[in-house]
T-cell receptor, first 114, second 110 residues
Framework: ETGVTQSPTHLIKTRGQQVTLRCSSQ?????VSWYQQALGQGPQFIFQ???????GRGNFPPRFSGLQFPNYSSELNVNALELDDSALYLC?????????????FGPGTRLTVL | GIQVEQSPPDLILQEGANSTLRCNFS?????LQWFHQNPWGQLINLFY???GTKQNGRLSATTVATERYSLLYISSSQTTDSGVYFC????????????FGTGTRLTVIP
C-alpha cells in the first residue's frame, strides 16, 4: 500500500474522444509523475508536476496534458484518443522533484481505446 | 538517452529455488529502484538502491554503480513472487524521471 490512489481503475473510450485520469499523491508528497505502460513494455515517462507547474516532459504529443492542484493531486488529460493510447497509466508521487527521491506508484488506470 | 537492459527476460522456477535478476545501465545514475509488478498492474517498491547492498527478508539487492549494474536476489521463492520485476534508473544528469527496463517475468510453480 503506497498511499497513492488513482481513478478510475478501468475505462473504455472510442477513438477521437477525450479522457481525464486522476491521481492523489501520498501524504506529504508535492510531486506527481505520470507514466504510460503499453502491454509487454516498461513504463514510459509522460510528464512531472511540482507545485502545480509542469517540471519535465517525455516524448509525448501536446494532446497529453496535465494539471496539479493545490492539494498536490493531479489529472492527466488525453485529447483526440488514438488506438495506440490503449495502455496502463500510472502515476507516482515523491517527496520532491529531485531525481534522487523515491517514487511511489499508484495502482494504475487501464485505458482501452476502441 | 540512457539504456536499461534486464536479464533474463523470462524465468520459471520451482517453489523454494533461488534466482538472480540483472539490470545493466549505460550511464551513471543517482537513483535506482527495483519494483515488482503484480498481475493487477500495481508497481510495488522493493528497493531504492543507487549503490551498495540492501536486504529485506528473502530479497536482497546489490548495485555496483562504477560498473553500471544491479542485481536482485530472490531466495526460497514462493508462488506469490510471480510477476514482472522492473529496474528503473535516473541518470545523474538530465531529467528527473525514471527510465525503466523491459522487465523480467518470473513464474514460480508449486
Amino acid at each position: 500500500e503506497t498511499g497513492v490512489t488513482q481513478s478510475p481503475t478501468h475505462l473504455i473510450k472510442t477513438r477521437g474522444q477525450q479522457v481525464t485520469l486522476r491521481c492523489s499523491s501520498q501524504s506529504g508528497h508535492n510531486t506527481v509523475s505520470w507514466y504510460q505502460q503499453a502491454l509487454g513494455q516498461g513504463p514510459q515517462f509522460i510528464f512531472q508536476y511540482y507545485r502545480e507547474e509542469e517540471n519535465g516532459r517525455g516524448n509525448f504529443p501536446p494532446r497529453f496534458s496535465g494539471l496539479q492542484f493545490p492539494n498536490y493531486s493531479s489529472e492527466l488529460n488525453v485529447n483526440a484518443l488514438e488506438l495506440d493510447d490503449s495502455a496502463l497509466y500510472l502515476c507516482a508521487s515523491s517527496l520532491g522533484p529531485a531525481g534522487t527521491d523515491t517514487q511511489y506508484f499508484g495502482p494504475g488506470t487501464r485505458l482501452t481505446v476502441l | 538517452g540512457i539504456q536499461v537492459e534486464q536479464s533474463p527476460p523470462d524465468l520459471i522456477l520451482q517453489e523454494g529455488a533461488n534466482s538472480t535478476l540483472r539490470c545493466n545501465f549505460s550511464d551513471s545514475v543517482n537513483n535506482l529502484q527495483w519494483f515488482h509488478q503484480n498481475p493487477w498492474g500495481q508497481l510495488i517498491n522493493l528497493f531504492y538502491i543507487p549503490s551498495g547492498t540492501k536486504q529485506n527478508g528473502r530479497l536482497s539487492a546489490t548495485t555496483v554503480a562504477t560498473e553500471r549494474y544491479s542485481l536482485l536476489y530472490i531466495s526460497s521463492s514462493q508462488t506469490t513472487d510471480s510477476g514482472v520485476y522492473f529496474c528503473a534508473v535516473r541518470p545523474s544528469t538530465g531529467a528527473n524521471n525514471l527510465f525503466f527496463g523491459t522487465g523480467t517475468r518470473l513464474t514460480v510453480i508449486p
